[in-house]
């Protein structure tokens, strides 16, 4: 149980273009979804938290406008990298959590690893 | 502040031998939950372990075992005999507050060679 995926698992694209990544909770109904951001040999870096049927919270310094988060349903959450660049290449992680566990542990979904040429 | 310290960045060791990943966290929450995760290459992170705060029992899973200590706010993993296939980054976070945030840690690479 508590599976994550992520689709897609790798993506190019070029300067400009915006690029949609989705995650799914598989197993389970995921109330809250983390969106997090990992730079080669570096620790995660959360980048927002959105609840299902409201707006995302996002962390200090990221910008709403260029990383969109939607999580319409208790199944899917989705982040669009608006207009993305080279600067936005990256490992881009999610996380999920079910309301029905007490201690929310996140579960992770595999990655999508972002090349901007 | 809520933070995490990694302090070793990189492990060697070889096959078989036993190894501890260290891990001191900071908190003013009474409140507060502690977590291991597995990176391997493939980038996945793999949930290993969650322990609460009133719970300070240590913990075996197979070769893995974790020692909790809140006298020096330290939460270790040590995984005994490794193997090749634990070769990757481990994680350690907190969740304190009711955000339901992970702060994780700088994270350390082990390297088991055979």
């Not at chain 1, 951001?37 to 049927?53: C, D, H, I, V, W």
């Not at chain 1, 959450?77 to 079910?98: K, R």
């Not at chain 2, 809520?2 to 260290?22: F, G, M, N, R």
Request: charged share 20%; net charge neutral.
């Amino acid at each position: 149980g508590a599976v994550v995926s992520q689709h897609p698992s790798r993506v190019i694209c070029k300067s400009g273009t915006s690029v949609k990544i989705e995650c799914r909770s598989l197993d389970f109904q995921a109330t809250t979804m983390f969106w997090y951001r990992q730079f080669p040999k570096q620790s995660l870096m959360l980048m927002a938290t959105s609840n299902e049927g409201s707006k995302a919270t996002y962390e200090q310094g990221v910008e709403k406008d260029k990383f969109l988060i939607n999580h319409a349903s208790l199944t899917l959450s989705t982040l669009t990298v608006t207009s993305a660049h080279p600067e936005d290449s990256s490992f881009y992680i999610c996380s999920a959590t079910s309301g029905g566990d007490p201690v929310e542990t996140q579960y992770f979904g595999p990655g999508t690893r972002l090349l901007v040429l | 502040a809520q933070k995490v310290t990694q302090a070793q960045t990189e492990i060697s060791v070889v096959e078989k031998e036993d190894v501890t990943l260290d891990c001191v966290y900071e908190t003013r929450d009474t409140t507060y939950y502690l977590f291991w995760y597995k990176q391997p290459p493939s980038g996945e992170l793999v949930f290993l372990i969650r322990r609460n705060s009133f719970d300070e029992q240590n913990e075996i899973s197979g070769r893995y075992s974790w020692n909790f200590q809140k006298s020096t706010s330290s939460f270790n993993f040590t995984i005994t005999a490794s193997q090749v296939v634990d070769s990757a980054v481990y994680f350690c976070a907190l969740r304190a507050g009711n955000t339901g945030k992970l702060i994780f840690g700088q994270g350390t690479t082990l390297q088991v060679k055979p």
